[in-house]
């Protein structure tokens, strides 16, 4: 081997040091007023909240925990200060179709003024206008309007009585009503006494009768005008007093909302009707004594239509409304109508109707969680809806859907001005946007949120302030300088990456509040180093139950590693598995036997389909490396069973390529494979060693098994040296690597690994391609030869055999005959 491909211990983690920092506490630090390591998605948040044009919202992207709803807040609660405060909206009776509330706009605070001034009117009006009503100059002018009224009429009767009189007939008041009845000498004639006139006679009283008639119904008409104009003159007398009452009481409330163009209206349509309804103002003489309750509840109900129904208040807000919608069903989104019972029925009117989080987000913002928007049934589309037609409009579920056919409400929609910002994760970003068309036209803003910051000096303060801030906030222990650079570090391990820190501030922090409870049980004022450490491995000590067991079952055989000795084509491969939040890192052992044959590479997880198609890949690339190293010359004339032993689950991934490769090498080779060695890294058709996941719990997971066994100076691991850069290993593994305990190989080919792997080179071609016989690629030259002739040979002893006679075909059947039937 031309280098020393093992790592140093200074490569295997990046040390933070606690020199970096100027503090001696995170308490010296000042308050956190920004978001962290999110600076794309604070400029595509700055950019949509701004942008006032049609279907500019915003799509929050990330992963749960990296603080998008936090930061999305923190923002909006920085820029919201900035807007001033929308108008009120409320709705109020309708008294031309009651069915249909009339919404009105007020400025900030002035709908709930308006409320408490209307139920202060209408109270005052219930006291003023009955003693109006009740007193003396209005008593004595409906007394000489009626008086009027009376004189008139009787001047009528007595008229029509002469008129009657003159011709012999007597006009006859009774319970009935008036009448005319025939009189002779005087007398009024009963019907009977009628009866008994003389037929001459009768037929004289007879010949008025036309005339007479007509001139009753004409003074009847007179006195039902005179009744009419009677009526007419109280009205008239009555509303001039109602308007004169009703125009004192509101000429303050006028006053007061004259700013206010939607409020004159409104208030002119109350005057009007109060002054129609007068009668509901005044006391009534014939309520039922049996059910008085009834009579008040139906007076209380018919008040109610001179109510304010406020949907959402302003008085003390000063900017624009910021509402994080945790629930957003349908009703919750786009408000409800509610009911109430009364004696066995539901009833409604415009007082029940109730706001949503648009109502109370309209000239604001609104926050919601994808996810608990689409699983409730409607609110996406009722969403959708109120933002493409900029309005709300609030209607029930069931009519809408044709579900129940009752007759309800149907509120006039309110104009809807609001920046909705979603939150989500990439899956639920990408079948909105692929598979609903309405979503790329509302939602054009993506605010994308990483998972990774820069390790950088600003960085580096940025965190340190993030843990003063929330210390401060939740009552934490402050951090040392030694504290906060092991959470540095702690965080580099959280993403695999030396270069970069952890966004997933979730995690961080419940790794700063377990610190600071071992730094406090510890009875330490302030968290150090040695606190974050003890966080660390207790929470590891709480989760990897698991990796106990294996690691037993490893050392009683019940799970065959090994991890001393030398075998052909056996190789310890490393596997990640993910039980829950801990993700913990297991030896496997690969195997791989060749033989003669022409059937290539066989996987039998491939051939069980218990393998995931990017492993399938990985097996396919491996031989087509073999393929383009050892079928220059000659086909290929081998066969190979690939698998992992004691494997009963499905296995996915390409991290094992290498390794597959590696025990076909010594298989074909018949050259064994140092035990003490695991291997991690795909690889490519050019036999390079490719990046992986996982590198760093794969490594701990092999370490904890040889440490288990007893560490010897010959185990370690070799990973793809592009890996270098993600590895933050624990301290004891640095300290093995440091005593020479352990060590961690970092290759770029397959021949850098087999040589290690082995102790052999790999060889290189000659000008005719041909390795030489002492490296690895030489033996696995000669056996593929001694298989291709093998396989030759076979051929032409196949082409030697005699060919069996072949059998005379069967003459087809004379016409008529059944078919001859043949042998099977």
């Known amino acids: 081997m031309g280098q020393d491909l093992r790592l140093k211990p200074e490569q295997l983690r990046r040390r933070c040091d606690p020199s970096v920092f100027s503090f001696t506490s995170t308490a010296e630090l000042p308050p956190l007023n920004r978001v962290l390591g999110q600076s794309r998605a604070v400029r595509s948040i700055d950019f949509g909240i701004d942008m006032p044009n049609y279907g500019y919202n915003i ?23 900035k807007r001033p405060a929308p108008p009120e909206w409320c709705y109020v009776y309708n008294f031309e179709d009651p069915r249909r509330p009339k919404a009105i706009s007020l400025p900030p605070g002035r709908a709930s003024i308006l409320r408490e001034q209307m139920a202060a009117l209408i109270q005052r009006l219930q006291q003023e206008i009955p003693r109006a009503f009740e007193g003396q100059p209005f008593e004595q002018r409906r007394r000489e309007l009626l008086m009027s009224l009376q004189q008139k009429q009787q001047a009528l009767f007595e008229n029509l009585e002469r008129y009657l009189n003159e011709r012999g007939f007597a006009l006859i008041r009774s319970q009935m009503g008036l009448g005319i009845a025939p009189m002779l000498n005087g007398e009024v004639l009963s019907p009977e006494a009628y009866q008994k006139l003389d037929p001459e006679i009768k037929r004289r009283f007879e010949a008025y009768r036309p005339e007479l008639q007509e001139e009753f119904d004409k003074v009847m008409r007179q006195v039902r005008e005179l009744d009419r104009q009677g009526r007419n003159a109280i009205e008239t007398l009555t509303n001039e007093l109602a308007g004169f009452v009703v125009d004192t009481l509101m000429a303050e409330l006028r006053e007061q909302f004259q700013d206010c163009p939607n409020v004159q209206p409104y208030l002119d349509s109350v005057r009007r009707d109060i002054v129609s309804n007068v009668q509901q103002f005044l006391p009534s003489a014939d309520q039922s004594a049996a059910l008085p309750f009834m009579g008040a509840l139906e007076r209380g109900r018919w008040f109610s239509r001179y109510a304010v129904n406020v949907l959402a208040e302003t008085r003390d807000r000063t900017c624009a409304p910021v509402v994080i919608e945790d629930n957003p069903t349908y009703h919750n989104l786009i408000g409800r109508i509610e009911h109430r019972a009364e004696f066995g029925t539901m009833v409604t009117d415009f007082t029940q109707i109730r706001a949503g989080a648009l109502h109370r987000a309209n000239g604001g913002y609104l926050v919601v969680e994808a996810k608990n928007l689409l699983v409730n049934p409607f609110a996406w589309d009722a969403l959708k809806r109120a933002l493409h037609n900029r309005e709300i409009k609030i209607e029930e579920m069931s009519q809408y859907y044709g579900l129940v056919a009752t007759s309800t409400l149907e509120p006039e929609p ?13 899956r639920l970003y990408q079948l909105l946007y692929l598979f609903d068309e309405d979503f790329r036209e509302l939602f054009k803003v993506k605010a994308e949120f990483g998972l990774t910051m820069p390790r950088d000096e600003e960085s580096l303060r940025d965190y340190a302030i993030f843990v003063g801030d929330l210390c401060r906030r939740e009552g934490l222990l402050p951090f040392d300088a030694g504290a906060v650079a092991r959470l540095v570090e702690e965080s580099s391990r959280l993403v695999d990456d030396q270069e970069k820190l952890t966004t997933h501030f979730a995690s961080v922090a419940d790794l700063i509040r377990e610190a600071s409870f071992w730094a406090g049980r510890a009875g330490r004022g302030v968290v150090t180093a040695e606190d974050v450490r003890q966080a660390v491995e207790e929470r590891t000590a709480r989760l990897d139950l698991a990796v106990e067991r294996y690691v037993e079952s490893v050392l009683k055989g019940v799970i065959l590693i090994d991890t001393e000795g030398s075998v052909v084509g056996q190789v310890n491969g490393l596997s990640v598995v993910q039980s829950g939040e801990f993700v913990f890192g297991l030896p496997s052992r690969i195997t791989a036997r ?7 590479v066989v996987s039998i997880e491939r051939e069980v389909r218990m ?20 079928a220059q010359k000659h086909p290929l004339t081998m066969s190979a069973s690939l698998t992992f032993e004691q494997l009963y689950s499905g296995v996915e991934g390409d991290s094992a390529s290498s390794t597959e490769l590696y025990a076909l090498l010594s298989s074909l080779a018949d050259v064994p494979i140092k035990q003490g060695l695991a291997v991690t890294g795909s690889v490519n058709q050019l036999g390079q ?3 992986i996941g996982g590198v760093n719990d794969k490594i701990e997971g092999f370490f904890r098994v040889c440490k288990a066994r007893g560490l010897t100076g010959e185990q370690g691991v070799l990973i793809p040296a592009a890996n270098v850069r993600h590895l933050m290993l624990r301290d004891e593994i640095i300290e093995a690597v440091r005593q020479g305990q352990f060590h961690i190989y970092a290759v770029n080919t397959v021949e850098e690994g087999i040589e290690i792997l082995t102790g052999i080179p790999a060889g290189e071609p000659d000008e005719n391609g041909d390795y030489p016989p002492d490296t690895v690629y030489g033996r696995v030259q000669a056996k593929l030869d001694r298989y291709a002739e093998l396989m030759r040979a076979e051929g032409e002893r196949a082409a030697e055999r005699p060919k069996p006679p072949e059998e005379a075909p069967t003459p087809p059947p004379a016409p008529g005959e059944p078919p001859v039937p043949q042998p099977k």
């Open 59 to 81: 799509f929050a992207v990330g992963y749960a925990g990296s603080g998008r709803t936090t930061a999305v807040r923190q923002f909006l609660d920085q820029r919201a200060p």
């Open 414 to 426: 309110i104009p809807l001005d609001v920046k909705v910002i979603l939150i989500g994760d990439h």
């Open 594 to 600: 060749t033989y003669l044959g022409r059937a290539a």
């Open 611 to 630: 393998s995931g198609p990017i492993h399938d890949k990985g097996q396919l690339i491996l031989a087509g490396y073999l393929a383009s190293r050892f």
């Open 689 to 691: 060693v490719q990046a």
